[in-house]
């Protein structure tokens, strides 16, 4: 039986679902006739499960989550890495594995340290790959991006957690204290956006003013920082899709994450096509 613990999410686990359910053969598809030898790497897999909540009357639905999807795929990956820090889902992982036709190894542990030994361990001139961070929170270091994107063999599927931005960097500057400031720069990879997102507040007497500066960067700026961000280091990457938060009443509501298609090959032939059927896949899902 499968660990169907793993509970969350809305219309927000569909769209990305559905993207990742649309990329993965698009992928295999592009690359069967060639000799590279295919992987699929996910660092926070989950059980291969989800529950979610769907539509206005909030329908409970069981669906595949993305380790599921990628076993599933046709045609299929030669290989399969499914990282999970939390260990009873990668006990469900491990009875998942099971089903899968091709060599699939569970790891417990966190996505950060163990995503860049598999990375290291692939030969450029044989194998490619295809990344999903779908992290827990703001769980992903820039390090670990930027491995990513240095291997130069690797298509990324990231789920940027949007709102983790926007909570943890605080329209006070006060209020955001040395931890959130230390994990806002773990995640952005530098120290450049409390400059980029803040400014001193707006004098109201010829006294100088002793209040501390205040966020003057809304949503969609922040978004486009950190698209720009990606593209610094990656040769190709999407605008994203916003994806909400959704209410009962069928309607939108703050935007949630922030999900993005990236590609590491330096090949503009190369990455021009896997961006262009991303961005075509992130339009229609």
């Known amino acids: 039986m499968l660990d169907h613990t793993h509970i969350f999410g ?74 999970e820090k939390k260990k009873r889902h990668a006990d469900a992982l491990r009875r998942l594995k099971i089903e899968a036709a091709m060599p699939v190894e569970v790891i417990h542990g966190d996505a950060n340290s163990e995503l860049p030994p598999i990375l290291r361990g692939l030969n450029p001139k044989k194998d490619r790959a295809l990344v999903f961070l779908d ?27 949007l709102s983790g931005l926007y909570r943890q960097a605080a329209n ?34 010829l006294f100088e003013s002793d209040e501390s500066d205040v966020r003057t960067a809304d949503v969609k700026q922040m978004t486009k920082w950190v698209t720009t961000r990606l593209k610094e280091i990656f040769p190709g990457v999407t605008e994203p899709r916003l994806l909400y938060q959704a209410l009962p009443n069928g309607k939108e509501g703050a935007p949630l994450f922030a999900l993005y298609f990236a590609a590491s090959n330096p090949s503009p032939k190369a990455y021009g096509l896997a961006c262009k059927i991303a961005a075509d896949i992130l339009k229609r899902t």
């Not at 669906?63 to 046709?74: L, R």
């Not at 204290?177 to 707006?202: I, Q, S």
């Open 135 to 161: 992290p827990y929170g703001m769980a992903v270091d820039w390090i670990t991006l930027k491995a990513i994107a240095d291997s130069q063999i690797v298509d990324l599927w990231y789920l940027f957690p």
């Open 172 to 205: 006070d500057a006060a209020a955001i204290d040395p931890d959130k400031a230390a994990a806002l720069d773990r995640m952005l990879g530098t120290e450049t956006w409390r400059k980029d997102f803040y400014a001193p507040p707006k004098q109201t007497s």
């Open 10 to 83: 809305g219309e927000q686990t569909r769209i990305k679902l559905g993207a990742i359910s649309k990329y993965l053969p698009a992928y295999t598809t592009a690359l069967s006739n060639t000799q590279f030898r295919l992987s699929y790497i996910d660092a926070f897999a989950g059980t291969g499960v989800c529950h979610v909540k769907i539509g206005k009357g909030q329908e409970k639905r069981l669906i595949p989550g993305s380790a599921s999807i990628a076993i599933d795929c046709k045609p299929p990956f030669h290989q399969i890495f499914f990282i």
